[in-house]
């Protein structure tokens, strides 16, 4: 078979997967108060003529929000938009993760590794009302920024390797609109960018291409400032950009804690520990499995002998697989901050060691390594694709793979025979492995998309399929109550949690805030949003359960948020009780408050 044949055919496979997991999964993504509908609220507010940073406190850049607010603009609201657009980034993303698995192994295993990034993160779905996919996220700026770092970095480890220029160019381009995207991922990535650049760029006595490692913060530094500028939002930007985010890295947030793992820090540590334990003595049994085989095959001459011993391996590879899957459920990638880690030694060693030879490969490997490793600090404990954050574990994916297939065992190069069948039997092994190890998610991702069953049609703004639950009909119920008794005019402001609301009645929130959980209350101070509250003169005030135990406080009015409930219930009366009274029960019930 050609190469281009070869070619054809791996991306027919990636192809109709990816077709497959649209077709079993389609519109039957995201939640109807959690994050989802906060992205599509911001889009419309920037159709409507608002203005970012100054009218609408937002945490991330301004390219994803007016980029889906021009297709807003121009096409009308609608959530069929994000889901479009969400399909072209997932496919971009997929080609940057081919792209790069190509440079340090064949299209076998980069296009097993696409596979892997489609299954596991793209169409995720690990629980009731999960929101960590790629086709509608819960921050579209997240997404964005990622396949802009994916391709930054593709663009890099190609410089590295032929030193053209063209690919440092479009590197600084793609890490620009990363930090036009999200500053604070972009950042991580670019400052280990910058010192491995800068590094290779004296060694090789180019010093002149440092300026180049400089122009992408530079670049957005510019653009910032210019938007700022001439919009008046500077107050605004502040507050949205570093103050929130210093709030957040000063360790009063236990969303934080609990999300990079630092929470439970020495179990997780522990974890991560067992489990880089667990690859580093399997994937030993799986050479010296591959190893004796091969040279009882060579004892025993046939041609049948190759076939047979691959499908002997395969056999053994998935019992042994299975017996350690068992153990490694929802833990497999907690391994992957010692495993970069490991690989950063490897490579720098190499480094140094061959630093008078001209070798691109220990300089794009270490590369990777470091900038999987800077991105995925966030959820450092917690990296996997599941949970907030999923979308920073896509360069470590690559690692991992990278790990499995190549670097561990060229360990063995120096000492043991590692070629011919050998690789091939090894690499059988490990691929065997993988698919055991993501068996779990691939089957339970299905069986949660066929429990959304109820379709939700709210004329052009939305339509998708959700569970037929009493969360559900409720948050209809109350839909329906606020648009035959509010009117077009009306504004209405929803707590702590589901701006959602707004979007979808078409009735605005005139507030800069529209989420009102523990982060948020406290750094903005209670007395702040009482002000605005007054200020704008609301006239409905909806509040509903939304349990917030992953911020360390429960319920808001009651373990946070106090002083606000009581001058809501001091200057608005109870109009409406749907459900339970939300407060002191897990279940879903809503107050409609109207001001008097």
Known sequence: ??????????????????????????????????????????FYQISKGKVLYRDIFYFY???????????????????????????????????????????????????????NFLFLFAF??????????????YSFASTLCIMFLLGGIFCLLKYLQRARMSYLRWWVILFACGFFSRIEFSAAAWLVSFFIGAAHSVLYKQPRRIAY???????????????????NASEGFSESAFRFFSFVGSGKSHF??????????????????????IHVIMLGCFYALSAKLHEAGEKIQGKAMPSLSALLLALCSFWISRKVSNYMMLSQYSLLPFLLFFGIVLYGFQIIKNRKQTSAAPWAGCTLFAVALALIMRII???GPFGYGFFLGIPALICYFIFCFSL???????????????VSYYRLCVAVFLVVAAAPFFLFGPMMYGQRTLKLDFGPKAAFYYYSDELTQRYLETFLYLHDNTKEGDSIVVMPEGVGLNYLLGRDNPLPYDTFLPDQVFYIGEEKIIALLAQHAIDYIVVWTRLSAEYGYTSFGVDYGAKIFQWVKGHYALEKQIGPFPFGTSEFGVAIYKRQ
């Not at 561990?408 to 050998?422: D, I, N």
């Open 1 to 42: 078979m050609n190469t281009r044949t070869q070619r054809a055919c791996f991306y027919s496979l990636i192809g109709i997967c990816f077709v497959w997991l649209l077709h079993v999964t389609w519109f039957r993504w995201g939640h109807l108060i959690v994050d989802t509908f906060r992205d599509q609220w911001v």
């Open 61 to 115: 850049g301004f390219l994803p929000p007016y980029l889906m607010g021009c297709i807003y603009r121009l096409f009308g609201p609608s959530l069929a938009w994000t889901v479009y657009v969400g399909i072209a980034v997932t496919v971009v993303t997929s080609v940057s993760v081919y792209r790069i698995g190509r440079i340090f192994f064949s299209r076998v295993i980069a296009t097993f590794l696409v596979l």
């Open 213 to 231: 490692f400089i122009a992408a913060p530079a670049l957005a530094v510019i653009g910032y400032g210019i938007f700022v500028a001439a919009n």
């Open 408 to 422: 561990y065992p060229s360990l063995f190069a120096e000492t043991f025979v590692f070629k011919g069948r050998v």
């Open 381 to 383: 404990l917690k990296a």
């Open 124 to 137: 995720g779905h690990y629980g009731v009302g999960d929101i960590c996919n790629f086709i509608l996220p």
């Open 256 to 277: 934080s804690l609990l999300t990079s793992g630092f929470f439970e820090f020495w179990p997780n540590v522990r974890t991560g520990l067992i489990m880089f334990a």
